[in-house]
DNA sequence: TTTACTGTTCACCA
DNA sequence: GTGGTGAACAGTAA
């Protein structure tokens, strides 16, 4: 469900919210959510460490614990994350509650469970949870036309798809790479190698323009995230046309239109973004 | 009752 | 090898 934008926006608001907490507890209701290592070892590195930090990865989610392991998280579809007084009542699909020092609590929501969390060393050659074959960062000022060219020029495959490959840029999902491609002007049905170079500078500055104005956007006070449970975070979702079928684009009052492409739902605007023809 | 769904991986087929 | 499709994971909501 979460994106790069998200995922961001929830390091931030949870890092000032563990750092310096020490876990007393860990509480598993579903121990599948933890896919790496068992729930006895997940339980004995974790419980009475501190977190030190936190960071983020594409849409994964990282806290960096006093002894060097690090509690890697990926959200998938439907999964939550966020800190709650000891008091607050429990959501119905809580998995994994981690307790804190000071009362409160980080709290594992998924209501469809797949989402995954794992624990690895800093210094272990960590190849559990496929962080290890993500492609660039966004915001990396590698992240440029070129290489854009380099990974994908001679692909066939829509520029769509190569927008979520996350083994080329890192934490583009399903609404960004439509969000993405409108303003840049493109159809999600182009084929990636008839992509001009020129469309793919725009592509290029793009990515990282349309993700950092969505970080800034879903900015939220910790009590505000707490009021929508961890599922509104998204303070203002100002989609220009993900979603939005059939409505007039804000650009030029078309009607936007939607297809499939690699089996997601795809919503572009005819007339800003020429067909696949072209 | 049926369908779609913001993620990822894998099997299968052309 | 490349690319496309559909299924699987599991639950909710329209």
Known sequence: ??????????????????????????????????????????????????????????KYLLFYLSNH????LHLRMTGQILVTPQDFPEEKHTHVIFKL?????????????????????????????????????????????????????????TVKV?????????????????????????????????LTYEEWCVLAETISAVLETMIEKNHMTPDEYLAGLGKAYRNTPSFQVYGRKEQACFSCGTLLERMVIGGRSSCYCPECQPGEAQ
């Open 1 to 58: 469900m979460p994106e790069l934008p998200e995922v961001e926006t929830m390091k931030r608001i949870l890092e000032p919210q563990v750092r310096e907490r020490k876990i007393t507890e860990l509480v598993v209701h579903r121990p599948e959510v933890l896919a790496h290592p068992t729930q006895v070892l997940f339980q004995d590195r974790v419980v009475g460490t501190v977190f030190t930090g936190m960071g983020r990865r594409g």
């Open 101 to 157: 020092d000071n009362g409160s609590e980080l709290r594992f929501i998924d209501t469809r469970r797949f989402g995954r969390l794992w624990l690895i060393n800093e210094n272990e050659k960590d190849t559990f949870t496929g962080i290890h074959k993500l492609g660039l960062e966004p915001f990396d000022p590698e992240c440029n036309a070129d290489y854009l060219i380099q990974a994908l020029g001679k692909r066939r495959k």
């Open 162 to 194: 190569c927008l979520l490959d996350q083994t080329v840029v890192a934490g583009i999902g399903n609404i960004y790479s439509d969000e993405i491609l409108h303003a840049s002007k493109i159809h999600p049905g182009r084929p990636a190698n008839s």
């Open 69 to 72: 392991a690090v509690i890697t």
